[in-house]
T-cell receptor, first 113, second 110 residues
Framework: DAMVIQNPRYQVTQFGKPVTLSCSQT?????MYWYQQKSSQAPKLLFH???????NEADTPDNFQSRRPNTSFCFLDIRSPGLGDAAMYLC????????????FGPGTRLTVT | GQNIDQPTEMTATEGAIVQINCTYQ??????LFWYQQHAGEAPTFLSY????GLEEKGRFSSFLSRSKGYSYLLLKELQMKDSASYLC???????????FGTGTLLAVQP
């Protein structure tokens, strides 16, 4: 089945230790998104790629970076995680300008100790 | 600015009908989504409205009025498994960004 896959599902990292979260998709969608969702809050868009074009949200901290080496994979790098970065990180994809539905992966829950 | 409002919490009884409202003010509008999210899980797609009117899909229906900036999600024949957070989200502009409301936490009681 075509899907959006996130690994790992649960990630524990230490304060200040760089961590990378991964997302892959078999949908061959053009657009990939990263959202941060804290407890009882709405998902907040961090950035997205339209093909290779990177689009950063104005209020996304510099501590968060992203890479998309090919259509299928997208990575979220947190250079120096703080306690406030503990959250669920959701990856989503959409086909592009002709379809607006976004398909979400299962998420990675990040704990910072 | 962009603003999406929905009630924080609602409670309903198993077998009943519940309506979850959403109002929005956004700089652009391409469509409105409803997602269901169980605790600790990713959002799952429920419905998409781009034109005014009612879209029905099984026990779930969604209504949109673009002139009023208003939508609702109607859940019929409620089941215990429907206890979840329901997120209203609007997409608009060239970037296809989804702007989410904070979600409505629905508790279905026996």
């Amino acid at each position: 089945d075509a899907m959006v896959i996130q690994n790992p599902r649960y990630q524990v990292t230490q304060f200040g230790k760089p961590v990378t979260l991964s997302c892959s998709q078999t949908l061959n969608h053009n657009v990939m998104y990263w959202y941060q969702q804290k407890s009882s809050q709405a998902p907040k868009l961090l950035f997205h790629y339209y093909d290779k074009d990177f689009n950063n949200e104005a209020d996304t901290p510099d501590n968060f970076q992203s890479r998309r080496p090919n259509t299928s994979f997208c990575f979220l790098d947190i250079r120096s995680p703080g306690l406030g970065d503990a959250a669920m990180y959701l990856c989503a994809t959409s086909r592009g300008s002709d379809s607006y539905e976004q398909y979400f992966g299962p998420g990675t829950r990040l704990t910072v100790t | 600015g962009q603003n999406i409002d929905q009630p924080t919490e609602m409670t309903a009884t198993e077998g009943a009908i519940v309506q979850i409202n959403c109002t929005y003010q956004t700089s652009g509008f391409n469509g409105l989504f409803w997602y269901q999210q169980h605790a600790g899980e990713a959002p799952t797609f429920l419905s998409y409205n781009v034109l005014d009117g009612l879209e029905e899909k099984g026990r779930f229906s969604s209504f949109l009025s673009r002139s009023k900036g208003y939508s609702y999600l109607l859940l019929k024949e409620l089941q215990m498994k429907d206890s979840a957070s329901y997120l209203c989200a609007v997409t608009g502009g060239a970037t296809n960004k989804l702007i989410f409301g904070t979600g409505t936490l629905l508790a279905v009681q026996p």
